[in-house]
């Protein structure tokens, strides 16, 4: 019991210590223990026997150092991969979130107006998709936007009365999509 | 009169804030302790170390700016090696950096040595050396940062062990060894 007890001071003491007295007494004495003393300090000596990495390691690893220095200074390492993808989605995100931003809370309230007129959507579908006559040239996204907001206002507020002209005007737009159905059919009235 | 040396931390701090010449000087004080102990550790081909050691060095960098002084740069260092290592053990069990029979049997014994045994020139070097290398895994690597000058706190640290498990560790390779060196001690 005293032995494995003077053995732990021996191995936990720090390299090149010199031990107590009573554990250098026991030492002296006791053959087993002395030889775990001559092990650890053959283990302790062996620091000095250091293999050690080669030039060309020793170069590779200060190129690292610099290559990641020069990363940080240019704003860090070039993009590659999923990061690139990343990146990419994220400003495309900005992007749209950006004009949808613009064209919901931004534009002047008369421009929407021209603008939704300009489309011609049918009043009982705002959806500027199933609008069937949408021109080539018009941008899909302020359509989307229009549409959102068109659909927010109708839930939240009542559809405005249209004006007498505007009431004769969709009255005249629909006799003439009633001719233009009879003409494709063959029959004309 | 002499200049009062750089700290680990100034020279860390002077790195990361652009001087890539205080780096080269924080490299030469760990370059051979890290070298060292992998070597020993791995106990494989010079190839597996010097790669393990880049790896170390690379995981360091990329922590470098994270750094805090709150613990020696060596036992931190050498933390991030012990890592780095494992990651290979791990690899090698999955059979990834296990050499082939076909390679192993064209490289010749000699390049298979460490450069540790290359360098143990008596017997006793040899036999301790043949020693460490049959200690299990843990033992082994307390026995190693040991040598390095690690106390055994920041060897616990370093493993992720309660102190007593790692001071168990090293009574039990200091005997085992001693019973291995048998004829010399």
Not at chain 1, 13 to 22: I, N, T
Not at chain 2, 58 to 72: G, H, M, N, V
Not at chain 2, 89 to 109: C, H, M, N, Q, T
Request: aromatic share 6%; glycine share 6%.
């Amino acid at each position: 019991m005293e032995c494995e007890k003077i053995q732990r001071q021996i191995v936990e003491s720090a390299p090149g210590a010199e031990l107590p007295a009573p554990v250098r007494e026991h030492v002296a004495r006791c053959v087993v223990c002395r030889g775990v003393q001559k092990t650890q300090e053959a283990l302790m000596k062996t620091m000095s026997m250091q293999a050690e990495p080669s030039a060309a390691l020793d170069d590779v690893v200060r190129g690292l150092a610099r290559s990641r220095l020069a990363g940080v200074r240019t704003g860090g390492a070039p993009l590659s991969g999923w990061r690139l993808w990343v990146r990419f989605a994220a400003a495309a995100a900005v992007a749209v979130a950006g004009i949808l931003a613009f064209t919901l809370f931004l534009r002047p309230a008369g421009e929407k107006d021209v603008t939704l007129a300009g489309v011609q959507a049918p009043a009982a579908s705002r959806s500027g998709f199933a609008a069937g006559a949408m021109p080539w040239d018009y941008d899909v996204t302020r359509s989307l936007a229009e549409t959102l907001l068109m659909d927010a206002l109708s839930e939240k507020t009542e559809a405005p009365r249209p004006s007498p002209l505007e009431e004769s005007l969709m009255d005249a737009e629909v006799s003439l999509v009633v001719v233009e159905t009879d003409e494709d059919n063959g029959s004309t009235n | 009169m002499s200049e009062r040396p750089e700290t680990d931390h100034e020279l860390i701090a002077a790195y990361v804030g652009g001087d890539a010449a205080a780096f080269d000087r924080l490299y030469a004080r760990y370059r051979l302790p890290l070298y060292g102990y992998l070597n020993r550790l791995v106990h494989g081909d010079a190839a597996t170390v010097d790669d393990l050691f880049q790896q170390t060095w690379s995981r360091i960098l990329d922590a470098l700016p994270r750094y805090r002084d709150e613990q020696r740069f060596l036992s931190w260092s050498f933390r991030i090696a012990h890592n780095a290592a494992m990651d290979h053990y791990r690899g090698a069990a999955k059979g990834v950096v296990e050499l082939s029979d076909e390679v192993a049997a064209v490289v010749p014994d000699e390049q298979m040595r460490t450069a540790w045994e290359q360098l143990a020139g008596d017997e006793l070097r040899e036999a301790l050396a043949e020693g460490i290398s049959r200690l299990a895994a843990e033992q082994r690597e307390v026995v190693l940062l040991r040598q390095q000058g690690l106390s055994f706190q920041e060897i616990a640290d370093v493993q992720r062990s309660p102190l007593n498990t790692v001071l168990g560790r090293m009574y039990y390779a200091v005997r085992h060894l001693r019973r291995h060196l048998a004829a010399w001690c």
